[in-house]
């Protein structure tokens, strides 16, 4: 490829960051795509995720290995290298250890968006977006601010749970793995939509009150979905954390809400497909900047650039195409001839 | 009275006039298209900005570039306006659509403003971020107070007569009310409805243009402060009943106070919790105004009621 210095590097990060935006993007597209839910918060579920496992994984390991964490934060990137030394060596403990993390990620989303289920059912649009997005701000700031948490302004730095694998093909595995955890969840919420419960959320987004007098019970649908939204959310943070192998908080800025907000709107609100569209384009765009970078001239940081671009674009697609490159489309059914058929066999 | 005391309540006084230039702003806005405008705060930096350029370029105080300041952020929210969300609303998308655009609307707005600083200090070898603006004192007698202090309580008490006037006594005022309260019944009545709103975007923006030009006296300036300010004029807006311009000042004051006297008490002995925790306090404000009186401040407090309570006063102690 003509300029990119390291094609393979090239494709494991983009494959890696698309796979976490497409578990973001399809968890966005779950709560407000089919529910309704408009979650201006989603940065705080994911950064739950993240802080978790750079609060939890090396102190833990470090437990289990015998050795004591003093002054953590001071010589957290020494005992996450002493971590992953150890974990070179034990390919289970590893497996474990990623399998226990992802599910605390998963835990700790879920009790996050259930907690933000309480205001999320009883304000309007309006305040629900603000009071979700102040709530991103505020766990930005505690984990700032609380040392003992993520070593605040510093940053913590996060250990290689697949160290065991031979260093060749390590990159390939644990980007085959995130692309299967993510792909999995598009699935299981593919699946999900077009069950009865699918077209349950649809109903409560089209019209609550019609919803309501069929005697669906509208609040636990929503703290459902929410939960489940913000557990896939969780998870990916996990993914993140592990992927970068560290974790800072500032790397949760509320821009990442603005970001899984312009993949779903340019690939088409209510359409998995399109969500994944939305995150392949962006992720695609932000990997092609990072790589010419050097090449472009500027006196400012091209980065904003993109960001004022990919603005503009989404207040065009709302203006003139407000339902996105691939529109909502009719939930699949089983087709006629096959329903015929089955009828006449009877 | 102590020094230290006095220079809090002189404080938490500077602090809640800049909240209530924002909130009633911010206020403005949500009452004509019932969006919560997310790049309000950024509108304050852009006057930031623009009291910064005029201070280090044309060696002007910021108090004196405080008209230029109001004139290119009301410019701008006008124009945010005029192209983005009244389009948007003329083709029915929903508050959740306008929301995003004006997220939108943020990113660019900050971006810009990174991308300025950056050409700033790459071609004219000035800091661009975290700047700030020294403040002259007047003493009287014991008291010191700063310019800051009076400049911005000056204008904040000539705002709230000045408002009173506009939505009372004049034409205008009366068509502005009639056009919040009833949009399709004020339109029939002739009252242009599209100026009316227009005037409120270009004043919120204006307003949010002095905040942003007083910023720097206070914090470390740079292309994130008026989205650090947001949360909090968020908080002020809503805690003063988001409809309501009297409720947004008072909204202000209340959350200007409660965060300068608060954070000052909790970093002391007993609690020790560092300052850094500071928006917090707007953080909780905001949810328990949400979560209990949605409403806001200001429909809790009727004038009538007062008049009544007065009354009944009198009557007992004539009795």
Known sequence: ?346 | MKTAETTLLIDAMIFGNLLVLLAVGLTLTYITLRIPNFAHGDLATIGTYVAYFMYTYLKISPYLSIPLAFLISGTIALLSYLFIFKPLADRGTGIIGLMIASIALEVVLRSSLHVYADILSETYKVISRGFLFRDYTITLGTLSLPYLFIISSALSIFLIFSFYILLTKTKFGIAMRAAIENPNLAEVLGVNVNKVYAISWFLAGGLAGIAGAFLPFRITAGPEVGWYMLLRTFASSILGGFLSIYGAMLGGYAVGFAEIIGIYFLSKPPLNISTAFRPAISFIILIITLLIVPEGLASKIKLEKISKLLKTVKRTRKQ
């Open chain 1, 1 to 346: 490829m003509i300029g990119i210095a390291d094609p393979i590097r090239f494709v494991i990060d983009l494959t890696a960051f698309f796979s976490i935006y497409l578990m973001l993007s399809i968890s966005l597209n779950l709560e407000y795509g089919y529910t309704g839910i408009p979650n201006f918060g989603k940065v705080l579920f994911f950064a739950g995720g993240a802080f978790i496992t750079g609060a939890v994984i090396t102190r833990l390991l470090l437990i289990i290995i015998g050795l004591s964490s003093e002054n953590y934060c001071s010589f957290n990137v020494l005992y996450a290298s002493e971590v992953t030394k150890y974990l070179a060596e034990n390919p289970l403990l590893s497996v474990l250890i990623f399998v226990t993390m992802l599910l605390a990620g998963c835990i700790v989303g879920g009790l996050l968006g259930y907690v933000a289920s309480y205001p999320a059912i009883r304000l309007k649009e309006t305040y629900l977006g603000i009071t979700l997005l102040a709530s991103g701000e505020l766990l930005r700031i505690v984990a700032r601010n609380y040392d003992p948490l993520i070593c605040g302004t510093l940053g913590v730095s996060v250990p290689d749970v697949f160290a065991w694998i031979p260093v060749n093909v390590k990159e390939f595995v644990q980007v085959f793995i995130m692309l299967g955890i993510a792909l999995s969840t598009w699935g299981f919420v593919e699946k999900l939509t077009r069950s009865p419960l699918g077209r349950l959320i649809r109903a409560i987004r089209d019209n609550e009150i019609a919803a309501e007098s069929y005697g669906k019970d509208v609040v636990k649908v929503r703290t459902k979905i929410l939960v489940l939204g913000s557990a896939i959310a969780g998870i990916a943070g996990v993914l993140y954390a592990l992927y970068v192998r560290s974790v800072h908080a500032d790397d949760f800025m509320p821009l990442r809400t603005f970001i899984i907000w312009v993949m779903i709107i340019i690939g088409g609100v209510g359409n998995n497909i399109g969500a994944a569209l939305g995150s392949f384009i962006y992720v695609l765009t932000e990997r092609l900047i990072m790589q010419y970078k050097h090449y472009i001239v500027a006196p400012f940081d091209v980065n904003y650039l993109s960001y004022i671009f990919f603005g503009i674009i989404l207040i065009l697609i709302l203006m003139f195409k407000p339902k996105g490159l691939l529109p909502e489309k009719p939930s699949k059914t089983i087709e006629f001839e096959k329903i015929i058929k089955k009828l006449k066999k009877k």
